[in-house]
């Protein structure tokens, strides 16, 4: 290791260690946001190479990007431009003091960027510590000192506020005897406290000796600078490595960061260096580029298949890059709709309405130029055919007298293609059929004993025909119907609610299901799913319900902390109106 004792110390550094208090009293006004889930988590690198670690997961979190609004371009602009400014001034090579000053006054406003996510917020801090390690092995008497003036300050701050949130607790007063109150997770530390073990722990590492140190601060920065390659934040990694050049004077040191480093960025046999992560961050940043202008021309030539492939792999590698945040909501929205498009058209197949995905095929190929439907309307025509050959057979058996052949080839073509005219036609001659009119109902009153309501609905057609001139039997399918709307809708509902993170909300639309249509196992099995995390208001509902009628006072009381731990729940809120009611009725 290189000893700074041997070289003069860049002047930066000990400018640097100057606004050390002043630095780390505004990091607390910096923005708290953290660096989110964008784009990360989507890719690993292993050798130099980056991978997609799950195609599902790449394809909801692509989903969820075409249809987020897309970052300001003003903003995006301010912030690139501050990226690359810094890097231009800190250069390739070994930064001189004067350029690694302007790169920290740009670090500081970037630090600050609303648009950062804790990115260069982070650095920032890394290079704050390198700087008072360094300066402190300059002059480390009069760095002690300033430390040491700096911790009594800080010790008799910390105390005053403890001082004065004691205060406040005795204001409040003693908690009244039988109201509980909710725990509640510990404050989080105040700005003083934060900074005062900051300080406690330099002089501590002042005390173990300024080489721990140094070879401390470079490890962080090293594992910083590999964190940002490894989560996408490209222009961030670049920065990071170009700062440990400036402020330790190395332009390509080996990293010490152990076996896996070298595993993902190093072919095998190598040796990892610090540049290898400006270097494949420089990659991926160009490769991001190319991607996005790929992706702008093809949307031109209307080629939105292509377009929507090309800005994937763009999302997937730089999703947390400003390019890929910024790119405009308009394009967005025309991929969006063509995947929406393909996915409807592949639903309405699946539904066999044949005609609607016809429609659908017809619209998606008029917006896009190198969209193939071929595939999509051979199943069409697939299915077709083949309903025409059990319809034909159906009717031939229908000539011979052979009934239960008749019923069979009519529910295979229906099944086939429900949709088809003809086969209405024919059903028509055959519904007035005794025989096939018993058979449907038995089939129905089967699958309805059994609650399996999405199969009577899938086959709602020909159960529909076979009840054209039965009124009681129509009542019953359009009631069954209605039931089988109702619960796919609660159901699609409540998922949506907990993907939301409204759990409370979620549970009680499925208990609301469960109390609509009792006795369903596959209602009872879903509330059970949506039940992790309130089970301490399931629990205290449960509670206070059971009070309602012998101590209704008591049930109320409950009622009402169960509001107050849980002001989204419909059931408390409701508990407590009925039992008020009550009370006061008396």
Not at 94 to 106: M, N, R, T, W
Request: aromatic share 4%; with cysteine.
């Amino acid at each position: 290791m290189k000893e700074h004792g041997s070289r003069c110390l860049p002047p930066v550094a000990a400018a640097l260690f100057c606004y050390l208090g002043i630095i780390r009293w505004e990091g607390t006004a910096l923005a708290q946001s953290s660096p989110g889930s964008v784009g990360e988590g989507l890719i690993v690198w292993r050798g130099r190479e980056c991978e997609v670690v799950d195609d599902a997961s790449l394809q909801a979190a692509f989903q969820n990007y075409l249809a987020a609004p897309a970052t300001s371009p003003e903003a995006a602009v301010v912030r690139k431009n501050l990226l690359q400014q810094a890097t231009s001034q800190l250069g390739a090579g070994i930064a001189p003091s004067e350029d690694l000053g302007k790169a920290y006054l740009d670090l500081q406003r970037l630090a600050a960027d609303p648009l950062d996510g804790r990115r260069c917020r982070d650095l920032l801090r890394a290079v704050v510590k390198a700087s008072s390690v360094l300066s402190r092995q300059q002059n480390p008497a009069a760095t002690e000192a300033a430390l040491r003036r700096r911790k009594e300050i800080l010790s008799w701050n910390v105390q005053i506020e403890k001082k004065r949130s004691a205060e406040l607790l005795a204001d409040a007063g003693p908690v009244r005897k039988g109201r509980s109150v909710p725990t509640q997770a510990s404050p989080p530390p105040s700005p003083a406290a934060q900074q005062l073990e900051e300080v406690e722990n330099e002089l501590s590492m002042m005390e173990l000796g300024g080489e721990v140190g140094e070879l401390q601060v470079k490890l962080e920065l090293q594992d910083l600078a590999l964190r940002f390659l490894e989560r996408g934040d490209y222009p961030e990694a670049i920065l990071a490595v170009r700062f440990y050049r400036g402020l330790f004077g190395e332009r390509n040191p080996r990293l010490r960061l152990g076996p896996e480093a070298a595993l993902e960025i190093q072919p095998e046999g190598g040796e990892p260096m610090l540049g290898e992560i400006e270097r494949l961050a420089t990659q991926a940043l160009e490769g991001v580029a190319k991607s996005l202008s790929d992706t702008a021309t093809l949307l031109q030539a209307r080629a939105t298949v292509g377009a929507s492939k090309h800005l994937v792999a763009a999302y997937a590698q730089g999703g947390r890059t400003v390019d890929v945040s910024a790119f405009p909501s308009e394009s967005k929205v025309r991929i969006l709709e063509q995947a929406e498009g393909e996915k409807k058209a592949m639903e309405l197949i699946r539904k066999k309405d044949f005609a609607a995905a016809a429609v659908k095929l017809a619209e998606i190929e008029s917006n896009s130029s190198d969209f193939d439907g071929k595939d999509l309307r051979a199943t069409i025509e697939s299915s077709k055919s083949l309903a025409a050959v059990h319809l034909a057979a159906a009717v031939r058996a229908g000539q011979e007298g052979k009934s239960d052949v008749v019923m069979d080839e009519l529910k295979q073509s229906a099944d086939l293609w429900p949709g088809n005219p003809k086969l209405n036609r024919v059903i028509a001659e055959y519904q007035g059929n005794a025989r096939m009119q018993s058979q449907r109902a038995e089939e129905f009153d089967t699958l309805l004993a059994a609650g399996r309501d999405e199969e009577i609905e899938k086959e709602s057609g020909r159960f529909a025909m076979a009840f054209a001139d039965l009124p009681i039997r129509q009542a019953e399918l359009a009631q069954v119907l209605e039931r089988a709307r109702t619960v796919k809708e609660g159901v699609g509902r409540a998922r949506r609610l907990r993907d939301f993170g409204s759990l409370v909300a979620s549970w009680e639309l499925a208990e609301w299901l469960c109390v609509k249509y009792p006795g369903r196992k596959d209602l009872e099995s879903f509330r059970a799913g949506m039940l992790p995390g309130v089970e301490d208001l399931v629990a205290g509902l449960k509670r206070a319900r059971a009070l309602e009628g012998k101590e209704p006072a008591s049930s109320l009381s409950l009622y009402l902390q169960l509001q107050e731990r849980f002001p989204q729940s419909s059931h408390a809120k409701e508990g407590v109106v009925r039992i008020s009611s009550s009370l006061l009725a008396r």
